[in-house]
């Protein structure tokens, strides 16, 4: 019986490319986004994995347009379930309530980020190979920017077109070497039971994404350079 990986894999579209693109998150409006994201797998000679959930967007004919024109590697849509996020952030707890969706779309994402290690870890596997940069963004986000791929081995850059450096890092688009982002999304795993319970995480409502001040939190007490690039 094919489980759930073989069933997700896309081995026909393996290659010799260096890095990786992982698209996480809804697929609102991608397809108006598609020969983007083909000029920006091109540029940085990536793979691509995409990770999303179920919604009312995501139906054959738009699955099939990204398969054809972008090509992945792997394809995986999740229905989500809050046990999902239980081993990260522990149980539902008062941060949930008081927090309610804001908590819940954290949840879900930071999830996501830390199941897209462990499917980069069995891709690699499978092709014997190891990946020198690694990318995360959004499936509805798109810039202009220019990426440097000469980067720092310890350092990670995110996007900080808008949003309060002081405060906040972005989980929309941000890249670094293998290992240090590799050591990045495993501080969420570290930090996340005791963030939910640190007033210190608790964001000023309407002005500042959860989700984002959780990423700080987790670069600060995890000692991970962070770099700002527009």
Request: charged share 30%; proline share 3%; hydrophobic share 40%.
């Amino acid at each position: 019986m094919e489980n759930v990986f073989d069933k997700n894999l896309l081995n026909k579209n393996f290659n010799d490319n260096k890095n990786v693109l992982l698209l996480i998150g809804n697929l609102r409006t991608v397809h108006y986004l598609l020969k983007y994201h083909k000029k920006f797998l091109d540029h940085t000679k990536a793979d691509l994995i995409i990770s999303t959930w179920i919604d009312d967007e995501c139906d054959n004919e738009l699955i099939e347009s990204i398969k054809t024109t972008l090509k992945p590697i792997y394809f995986e849509i999740e229905e989500f379930n809050f046990n999902l996020t239980s081993n990260i952030f522990g149980n539902l707890n008062k941060f949930d309530l008081i927090f309610g969706k804001a908590s819940l779309s954290t949840r879900s994402q930071i999830y996501k980020f830390v199941r897209s290690v462990e499917l980069i870890k069995k891709l690699e596997k499978l092709q014997e190979k190891k990946y020198e940069v690694i990318f995360k963004s959004r499936p509805d986000l798109f810039f202009l920017s220019k990426i440097n791929l000469n980067i720092p081995e310890k350092e990670i850059f995110f996007e900080n077109t808008f949003g309060d450096w002081t405060k906040d890092r972005s989980d929309r688009f941000f890249y670094a070497k293998r290992d240090i982002f590799f050591q990045f999304i495993n501080s969420f795993k570290e930090n996340a039971k005791k963030a939910w319970d640190e007033k210190s995480m608790y964001p000023v409502l309407n002005l500042i994404p959860l989700q984002e001040q959780f990423v700080k939190y987790c670069c600060d007490k995890s000692n991970i350079t962070a770099k700002p690039f527009l």
